[in-house]
């Protein structure tokens, strides 16, 4: 599984910007998709997933009300309202292949993952 995501750049605070991640390879095989993200010395944290079917989805909740995840065939999306100069970070899509109905919150829960792409928050 490959994954290639997009969508990252500087945006005011309050304002909106949309992350794609475009998989390719065994998507077949894929249960969960992610989206984390990982701030300048902090660790990689968990931001929302959704199941392969799309029938499931988690959130942070710190991010709970002001982002949303979807997929439409390959493409994944990460919909991101309400944006605070908290929110910069460094986003990544991973896939989950291990299938189960549980959206896994932790970053070992996942064996791929895409290039990340950079969102900054201006205040």
Request: glycine share 14%.
């Amino acid at each position: 599984v490959q994954l290639q995501a997009s969508g990252g750049g500087l945006v005011q605070a309050g304002g909106s910007l949309r992350l794609s991640c475009a998989a390719s390879g065994r998507t077949y095989s894929i249960s969960t998709m992610a989206w984390f993200r990982q701030a300048s010395g902090k660790e990689r944290e968990f931001v929302v997933g959704i199941s392969w079917s799309g029938g499931s989805t988690s959130t942070a909740g710190s991010v709970k009300g002001r982002f949303t995840i979807s997929r439409d065939n390959a493409m994944v999306y990460l919909e991101m309202n309400s944006l605070k100069p908290e929110d910069t970070a460094v986003y990544y899509c991973a896939a989950r292949i291990v299938r189960g109905t549980v959206i896994h919150t932790t970053r070992w829960g996942y064996a791929y993952w895409g290039q990340g792409t950079l969102v900054t928050v201006s205040s």
